[in-house]
């Protein structure tokens, strides 16, 4: 059991919430600002669902916040050799062009509460509730587009994500974009929880 299992409870993020709360900030302006002004617009195009934890005891305090969607992992646009570590635990009468995937499209905890080990607690939880058998959809990977920045690309890789690119140059000469990349696409497996 954690924090956010104990003193605080999940919900869907609403236009009452939003309004209701206090100010949320994780020290990224990008992120309060897609919390505060997109997420509602996402979920309401059918582009992403926004989860908030509030605090039990003040339902008024956005403790963190995180985005998911569908999307997929084309493994046939991968170089040989990372396909082949992508796909190396699927069995081979199995394996697809494209993998079904779980994205988080955002994800940020309050500076209140950040450096107490609240975004690992997120992640497992998350990892559940994608796994879970009640979930309206099924996945075989959890994907995450990483700020290029070494402490998001640090937390990702403590909770067992691995990058698809071997490099940002194999990444920007597969996706398009030039360099340097602003973000890195990470999975985790979650055929091995």
């Known amino acids: ?109 309050s500076e209140k509460f950040q450096g107490k080990g609240i975004g690992d607690e997120l992640m497992d939880i998350i990892k559940t509730q994608v796994t879970d058998e009640e979930y309206l959809t099924c996945a075989r990977y959890l994907a995450v587009d990483s700020y290029n920045e070494e402490r998001p690309r640090k937390y990702y890789s403590r909770n067992n994500f691995l990058d698809l690119f071997s490099s940002d140059e194999q990444e920007a000469a597969t996706s398009g974009e030039s360099l340097p990349l602003e973000t890195r696409f990470m999975y985790f497996d979650l055929m091995g929880l």
């Open 1 to 109: 059991m954690g924090f956010l299992s104990e003193k605080c409870v999940n919900k869907i993020l609403t236009e009452e919430i939003l309004q209701r709360s206090k100010p949320f900030k994780c020290g990224k302006a990008d992120l309060d600002d897609f919390f505060r002004k997109d997420a509602l617009l996402y979920a309401h195009q059918r582009i992403g669902k926004t989860y908030c934890f509030l605090l039990e005891d003040d339902p008024t305090e956005i403790v963190c916040l995180y985005t998911l969607a569908n999307s997929s992992i084309r493994a046939d646009l991968i170089p040989n050799s990372r396909g082949k570590k992508l796909e190396k635990n699927v069995p081979y009468p199995k394996r697809m062009k494209r993998y079904p995937t779980v994205l988080i499209g955002r994800l940020g905890v």
